[in-house]
């Protein structure tokens, strides 16, 4: 499949400098750290939910989870899993588990942990679950500078 052309061509649109790095088939955020020999804190997941009147995406370290409570505190709403089905809806030109942590680039609201604030390189699932994009932090910030940054996460 490769890297998911809405991402693509977001990240071309905004003049992003990537790298597409290919490695064996995973599934799991952090199955795919390993196998990239990427620290499992640079790489950034995306953690769909629902919420009252539509979706939200929760981007953490592949080696942390979600605290759906930080979240629904934040939204001052509950929150949950999105099914497979939805995220399918959502991000039609990704594999389920692959999902790029670039909630902007397919139009759903998006929180970042602020773990990610200051790592000095980014890795992103790229659509696939063969795929991981590689960009600077820098550029991770530019991408995610309108976006929440708050605590969500908790270490596994």
């Known amino acids: 499949m490769g890297l998911a052309l809405t991402l693509q061509q977001y990240l ?10 290919k490695h064996k088939r995973t599934c799991s955020s952090e199955g795919t750290a390993h196998a ?16 009252e009147g539509g979706f939200v995406v929760a981007v953490v370290p592949a080696c942390a989870r979600v605290e759906l409570k930080a979240i629904e505190r934040i939204l001052r709403c509950p929150v949950e899993m999105a ?3 939805e995220i399918a809806e959502i991000f039609p030109d990704c594999e389920t588990g692959a999902i790029p942590p670039i909630g902007e680039a397919y139009a759903v609201e998006a929180f970042i942990d602020q773990s990610l604030d200051e790592k000095p390189d980014v890795y992103l699932e790229g659509g696939d679950h063969r795929s991981l994009v590689h960009i600077t932090g820098e550029q991770f910030r530019e991408l995610m500078k309108d976006v ?6 908790a270490s596994h």
């Open 83 to 85: 099914s497979e089905d």
């Open 36 to 51: 990239s020999h990427v620290p499992g804190d640079r790489l950034a997941k995306a953690v769909v939910l629902t919420r």
């Open 148 to 153: 929440r940054h708050v605590r969500i996460s």
């Open 12 to 21: 071309d649109d905004k003049h992003i400098d990537y790298e597409v790095l």
